[in-house]
């Protein structure tokens, strides 16, 4: 082995974390190798020059000017606008599904009522999924106040685009929905589509650090998270439809791995 | 029960002054990160700041199984990270290629100095090699060198295998020492002249 491959020995050997084969081993050639033992020598002494930096102090009135930022934020979220954005989330969410439950029930007569189920019965499910959107909404808004504004309208906009571009899909996604109560990502490769163009795998990676979600990879335009139960399934899918449309477009459902790429488009008319 | 999670708690129920004690157990500690990952005073107020409100809006889904100080970090890492990016684009056309640039050694025959007291000039060099480094070395280098974390702890923080935070501590220590023995070198020589 040469000098090279040695050097990389030099660190963990000052950390005392290599075994005691590759500690003998290394000892060894730095007993031949005066360039090695100066190396050793050099980075002993670096990590001790590093050790004494120390610490810088905090910037005078730190701690203020943060909770001052801190409670401007806060006062505009609360305490009126909170509790309306709520509301309108879920009167919001409420006419959505109604009308997205017609249209799957009984696509050919919009304006009728389905006859297999009772409408109490229907309410009911309603309101639990609207509770759930604006629970949803809540901690949408706690993650970034600059986009709770356009909030309303752009999903509005979204779950209307799903329902006319591609009533297929919004079939389905609204029987998984029902079959496993909440949808789930299913796949290895997941399409995202957004408006927004502030949401970057930046954003995905935010929400894998809330959530505790291993993060693989990275790239320009797409993280790779594992998933390791079907609970996470279900978080992944909850937190992507809140940045925009959903597309399962992987081939296999058996992986731990799944890739989320952001399409920053708005999807094909 | 410790008293960061009675911390967290009150927070969680809103009690603001709980929230402020928190900060105050992990400020310094951010703040030195961020700064040493910028090397700039201005920027790593606000970044350390940014931290802060990201744990304080984050901090109902911070699960227990985890220790707090990792979710902290790996917060800041990010937020430095993203940082790091956006200024990368800005930068780009005048400054590309910087990452290879540090791939080049160059090893001096000179030792590093021993046994003095870093001066004022010297210090800002080693602060100027640090930043020189790519975030990946950088981080490795503040999280092991100057705040002490094991590798494990590295490891948890930064959501890497413990083989890469080994490779990543030798090589980036074995970058900044080439770094730092061109530059000091070069220093004495134009202090000798």
């Not at chain 1, 970057?200 to 809330?210: E, F, G, R, S, V």
């Not at chain 2, 990201?54 to 990010?78: G, M």
């Not at chain 2, 480094?133 to 490891?155: C, F, H, M, T």
Request: with cysteine; glycine share 4%.
């Amino acid at each position: 082995m040469d000098c090279r491959h040695f050097d990389e020995y030099i660190s963990p050997y000052l950390d005392q974390v290599l075994d005691e084969k590759e500690k003998d081993l290394f000892e060894r050639h730095l007993n031949n190798c005066p360039e090695c033992k100066k190396n050793l020598e050099d980075t002993r002494r670096l990590i001790s020059i590093l050790g004494d930096l120390g610490e810088e102090p905090l910037p005078q009135g730190f701690q203020e000017n943060m909770f001052r930022k801190l409670e401007k934020l806060e006062d505009v979220q609360k305490p009126n606008g909170h509790y309306w954005l709520r509301w309108i989330g879920a009167i919001a969410g409420v006419i959505v599904m109604l009308f997205s439950i017609k249209a799957i029930k009984n696509p050919l007569s919009m304006g009728e009522m389905s006859k297999n189920s009772s409408p109490v019965q229907e309410m009911a499910d309603e309101v639990d999924i609207a509770s759930d959107m604006a629970l949803h909404d809540e901690s949408y808004i706690a993650m970034d106040d600059n986009v709770e504004a356009e909030r309303g309208d752009y999903d509005e906009d979204a779950q209307d685009d799903s329902q006319s571009a591609a009533p297929k899909r919004a079939i389905s996604e609204a029987e998984n929905q029902y079959s496993n109560g909440i949808g789930s990502i299913q796949t290895d490769i997941v399409e995202v589509y957004v408006e927004d163009i502030c949401i970057t795998p930046q954003t995905l990676k935010d929400i894998a650090i809330n959530n505790q979600f291993e993060l693989i990879e990275a790239d320009d335009n797409s993280v790779v998270i594992e998933m390791r139960d079907q609970t996470e399934r279900e978080i992944l899918y909850q937190e992507l439809s809140k940045l925009g449309e959903i597309r399962e477009v992987g081939q296999s459902t058996e992986e731990n791995l799944v890739r989320i790429v952001i399409k920053n488009q708005a999807k094909p008319e | 029960m410790n008293i960061e999670s009675q911390l967290i708690e009150k927070s969680l129920d809103g009690d603001a002054t709980a929230f402020e004690e928190l900060v105050a157990l992990f400020d310094k500690k951010v703040y030195n990160y961020c700064y040493r990952m910028t090397n700039n005073v201005d920027d790593a107020e606000d970044l350390t700041q940014e931290v802060f409100i990201k744990v304080y809006r984050n901090l109902k889904s911070f699960r227990r199984d985890s220790k707090f100080s990792t979710w902290i970090y790996r917060i800041a890492y990010n937020t430095c990270i993203d940082n790091h990016r956006k200024r990368r684009l800005k930068l780009l056309p005048l400054n590309r290629g910087d990452d290879e640039q540090q791939d080049i050694d160059i090893p001096s025959p000179n030792p590093l100095p021993e046994d003095q007291v870093i001066s004022g000039e010297q210090y800002d060099i080693i602060k100027e090699c640090i930043a020189q480094l790519k975030p990946e070395y950088k981080s490795v280098i503040i999280l092991r060198d100057i705040q002490n974390y094991s590798y494990q702890e590295i490891a948890d923080i930064l959501n890497i295998p413990m083989g890469t935070v080994k490779s990543n501590i030798s090589r980036a220590r074995a970058q900044l020492r080439n770094a730092l023995k061109s530059r000091l070198s070069g220093y004495g020589e134009r202090r000798v002249r």
